[in-house]
């Protein structure tokens, strides 16, 4: 951005995302006084982002927009491959689980976690929050086909708190852990007590939720991201 504005240039996300972890909706806003139509702000900044990033669009927003603080709420979606080989085209992009996962228990385990909680039982130890009350929105578990998904929604996540849900879940989708003890993990605000934290490449940043009056298209304006294999 600084070279397509040609002055410095601060760009704020609206969260921040572990390596290894994609993002189909990052939503970044910054400050230029520079004369440049949206198309000049995408095209420029694109040849100067590595392959991995890309723009897909850029417009003027009130000077009131945050891209963090304007946020309503956060998508992510955890993608796991539940076969027996491991994943080949998938590589990088997916968590591997070689044993067979019970979506429907995972489901309803998940159920639990919906409202407003201190989920101080899922977030990193590493975490700087300053509180671990979250309001989760939405939460499903579904089989689709040789991939199980997991998708929640809730107005903002602690640092690990999506991996650490996904880890859990697969230890009860595994058998590993019954259903209840999702609800016994969040009721102990004891991240110790937690089971492992799921690996970041199964996980994806898919929509940022803003107020209507900004105009902030969705993660598939351009048509490029839908579908993601499935997810």
Not at 112 to 121: K, N
Not at 132 to 147: D, G, K, L, N, P
């Amino acid at each position: 951005m600084s070279a397509v504005a040609d002055h410095a240039v601060e760009v704020t996300a609206a969260g921040r995302t572990d390596a290894g972890v994609h993002a189909l909706m990052q939503v970044g806003h910054f400050d230029s006084a520079a004369p440049r139509a949206p198309r000049a702000w995408v095209l420029g900044s694109n040849t100067e982002l590595p392959a991995e990033i890309s723009v897909l669009w850029a417009r003027s927003v009130p000077e009131r927009f945050h891209a963090r603080y304007s946020a309503l709420s956060r998508t992510y979606v955890y993608r796991i491959v539940n076969q027996s080989c491991r994943p080949a085209l998938l590589r990088g992009q997916a968590c591997w689980v070689r044993r067979a996962l019970d979506a429907g228990a995972m489901h309803s385990a998940a159920q639990v976690l919906l409202g407003e909680h201190d989920f101080s039982s899922f977030r990193a130890a590493e975490c700087q929050s300053a509180s671990a009350v979250r309001r989760m929105m939405h939460i499903a578990v579904e089989r689709r086909e040789a991939s199980v998904v997991i998708t929640v929604r809730a107005n903002a996540f602690l640092h690990h708190m999506v991996r650490n849900i996904a880890g859990a879940l697969i230890a009860v989708g595994t058998d590993r852990r019954p259903g209840e003890w999702i609800a016994e993990l969040l009721e102990t605000r004891d991240r110790r007590q937690g089971g492992v934290t799921a690996p970041p490449q199964g996980l994806y940043l898919t929509h940022v939720e803003y107020p209507a009056e900004f105009g902030i298209p969705p993660a598939d304006a351009d048509g490029s991201c839908r579908g993601l294999g499935g997810v």
